[in-house]
């Protein structure tokens, strides 16, 4: 078993505290596994002694356990890279495990907080390179299709236009995978200084420079791979979460209306 495996049941009962704790430790996973309790009790703002009761609370004996299975779960990178090199069963069981993953650990909290942002009708803008134009081609005819003005900045004159254009009201989705795209990351810092415009990214779940300057961050799992020097990674976890936040939108307007019928 690894860490998820053992952590999957007790998800639901966490505090919000204690999601935070978990979410840092997924986050930081690598860095995580090498910190003595202090060390990462340290960084949590929290006790060693309550770093061990939330770590009783998701299913560990105790700290030891905890990095092993840790330890455990740190995936050979040649299969990361390559998923063929293995049997194409034990590939789809980690395809069908990386989007469970990430709709399960899924802050929902986050998700409210974009319906609110929604639900005031603003302009949606969209800022994506290389594989991710695709998902932002497919966000952009999404939320179209329920009404939104979605713009899709497609190359770089086209993002430096808007960058110029950007409206405080306006909702700005980054999707970058990796997190440190250094364009992206320029825009984002651009932003933040001449808009108040609301950024929110989907990145991986690892910490990264897209994640610590947007307003909210969902995160995504997914094994890189990479194939004749071309980034060939599944995006499919992050077509998951646009179509959550695209559904529950569509629920809460059905819900309005049914309320104010």
């Given at each position: 078993?690894?860490?998820?495996?053992?952590?999957?049941?007790?998800?639901?009962?966490?505090?919000?505290?204690?999601?935070?704790?978990?979410?840092?430790?997924?986050?930081?996973?690598?860095?995580?596994?090498?910190?003595?309790?202090?060390?990462?009790?340290?960084?949590?703002?929290?006790?060693?002694?309550?770093?061990?009761?939330?770590?009783?609370?998701?299913?560990?004996?105790?700290?030891?356990?905890?990095?092993?299975?840790?330890?455990?779960?740190?995936?050979?990178?040649?299969?990361?890279?390559?998923?063929?090199?293995?049997?194409?069963?034990?590939?789809?069981?980690?395809?069908?495990?990386?989007?469970?993953?990430?709709?399960?650990?899924?802050?929902?909290?986050?998700?409210?907080?974009?319906?609110?942002?929604?639900?005031?009708?603003?302009?949606?803008?969209?800022?994506?390179?290389?594989?991710?134009?695709?998902?932002?081609?497919?966000?952009?005819?999404?939320?179209?299709?329920?009404?939104?003005?979605?713009?899709?900045?497609?190359?770089?004159?086209?993002?430096?236009?808007?960058?110029?254009?950007?409206?405080?009201?306006?909702?700005?989705?980054?999707?970058?995978?990796?997190?440190?795209?250094?364009?992206?990351?320029?825009?984002?810092?651009?932003?933040?200084?001449?808009?108040?415009?609301?950024?929110?990214?989907i990145t991986s779940a690892n910490n990264n420079s897209v994640q610590n300057l947007s307003h909210i961050n969902l995160y995504v799992f997914a094994d890189s791979i990479e194939f004749n020097g071309i980034?060939?990674?599944?995006?499919?976890?992050?077509?998951?979460?646009?179509?959550?936040?695209?559904?529950?939108?569509?629920?809460?307007?059905?819900?309005?209306?049914?309320?104010?019928?």
């Open positions: 078993m690894d860490f998820f495996d053992i952590t999957s049941k007790h998800i639901s009962k966490l505090s919000e505290n204690e999601k935070k704790l978990y979410n840092f430790i997924i986050r930081n996973m690598d860095e995580v596994k090498h910190l003595t309790i202090r060390s990462i009790a340290s960084k949590c703002y929290v006790s060693p002694a309550t770093f061990i009761r939330f770590l009783r609370k998701i299913g560990f004996s105790g700290y030891s356990e905890f990095i092993a299975i840790l330890k455990y779960t740190d995936y050979d990178p040649i299969k990361n890279h390559n998923p063929f090199v293995v049997s194409q069963e034990e590939y789809r069981l980690e395809y069908l495990k990386n989007i469970y993953e990430t709709v399960r650990v899924l802050d929902h909290k986050n998700i409210d907080k974009i319906i609110q942002y929604l639900a005031t009708n603003p302009r949606i803008v969209v800022m994506a390179r290389g594989l991710n134009k695709s998902i932002a081609h497919y966000f952009e005819y999404l939320f179209s299709g329920i009404g939104f003005e979605v713009v899709f900045p497609e190359d770089h004159y086209f993002r430096y236009m808007i960058l110029n254009q950007i409206r405080d009201t306006d909702l700005v989705f980054f999707l970058s995978y990796g997190g440190e795209d250094k364009k992206l990351i320029n825009d984002i810092e651009k932003l933040n200084i001449k808009s108040k415009a609301t950024i929110i990214s980034d060939m990674t599944s995006r499919i976890s992050m077509i998951s979460i646009i179509e959550i936040i695209a559904y529950k939108y569509m629920e809460s307007i059905k819900k309005n209306k049914h309320e104010n019928m």
